[in-house]
């Protein structure tokens, strides 16, 4: 049975978002799904965390401070920090903004959007959520000595080497490649094997892995920013967990748990809509008692949304339904 999550307006159900979701412990067995856990979905942006300890373990970013590593981890905002962080970044590799391959558009955050558009100011690749990653990228290709031109390309060393990591980590052995939102080439994967990797983010048995893990907890605002769910869900756990949203509404969790041992964990909206994910996740952890009361007090806002209408009246809601 997959998690359903009710749309109503008023009383009456007016759409259903289908979600599946799989839970996989240290050993690598799954032991929670609801859903197919062989779903096939591209794994988007869950997979920065894997691509920045590809790029930790080449040595490239040595001179790269925590926050900045961070940020290669980040489907960031667009606020204020993060540009500042980014443009750090390159200044680091004598780079510009012109290097970026990952396009332009404007910031998440609408308050720095807004003023964009009031000042005229230029945008630039800097606002890309996925600039951080790129800086990390365009480090990894200055470390390989090789031509920074094209490094989103599948078969430039750059992306190569990437993949190759991946491959090294073996949770799967075929990764289908497509291309993100950002140009880069990421593998569709089964909901088994995403969460099989953020079991082993959160085992931390490999020191890239640990070191990306320790950093995303230590600055949970730079992953995705202000009032932003992933931030607040790293900030809740205290160093005890993670997560990071993908593109089409796809999210991977890493988990020490309560009790000792590390799981992983992948959910994925069928239909791609990502209002219903924060939902989805907290009733999801709390339903498989994985979260600490402390945790959930925290994060209870997400477990029920409000829906209102353009003159602020609730008209609706959506909840979440979970069967054994």
């Known amino acids: 049975m997959a998690i359903l999550c009710r749309v109503t307006r008023g009383e009456l159900t007016e759409s259903i978002h289908v979600a599946f979701a799989v839970v996989v412990d240290e050993s690598g067995s799954i032991v929670y799904s609801t859903g ?18 590809a790029i930790i373990k080449s040595g490239a970013v040595t001179n790269f401070t925590g926050e900045e590593l961070a940020l290669m981890c980040s489907s960031h905002q667009g606020e204020e920090f993060h540009i500042k962080l980014a443009n750090s970044m390159l200044d680091k590799l004598g780079f510009k903004d012109e290097d970026y391959e990952c396009g332009i558009h ?7 959007s807004r003023s964009i558009v009031r000042s005229n100011k230029k945008l630039t690749s800097f606002y890309n959520n996925c600039s951080g990653k790129h800086a990390g990228m365009l480090a990894l290709s200055k470390c390989l000595s090789v031509d920074k031109s094209g490094y ?17 980590l073996n949770i799967a052995e075929i990764f289908p490649l497509e291309t993100d939102g950002c140009s880069v080439p990421t593998p569709f994967m089964t ?28 600055f ?63 009733n999801l952890l709390d339903h498989l008692n994985l979260l600490k009361s402390s945790e959930l007090t925290k994060l209870d806002q ?23």
Not at 106 to 112: R, V
Not at 152 to 168: A, F, G, M, T
């Open 152 to 168: 989103v390309d599948k078969n430039h060393p750059v992306q190569k080497y990437i993949l190759k990591y991946i491959e090294s």
């Open 191 to 218: 909901l088994e094997s995403i969460a099989k990797l953020y079991q082993l983010l959160a085992s931390s048995k490999a020191r890239e892995l640990g070191k990306v893990f320790d950093t995303m907890c230590e």
């Open 220 to 282: 949970p605002k730079i992953i995705g920013g202000t009032n932003n769910f992933d931030s607040i869900f790293i900030e809740a756990l205290q160093g005890r967990g993670l997560t990071k949203i993908g593109g089409e509404s796809v999210r991977g969790i890493a988990l020490r748990k309560k009790d000792g041992g590390t799981i992983g964990v992948a959910i994925k909206i069928l239909d791609g809509n990502n209002r219903a994910m924060p939902a989805a996740t907290i």
């Open 302 to 324: 997400f477990k029920f949304k409000s829906l209102k209408n353009h003159n602020g009246y609730n008209v609706g809601k959506i909840e979440t339904i979970i069967e054994d």
């Open 106 to 112: 404007y910031p998440f955050d609408e308050k720095m």
């Open 36 to 53: 197919d856990p062989n779903y096939l979905t591209c794994i988007r942006s869950c997979l920065k965390p894997f691509q920045a300890a």
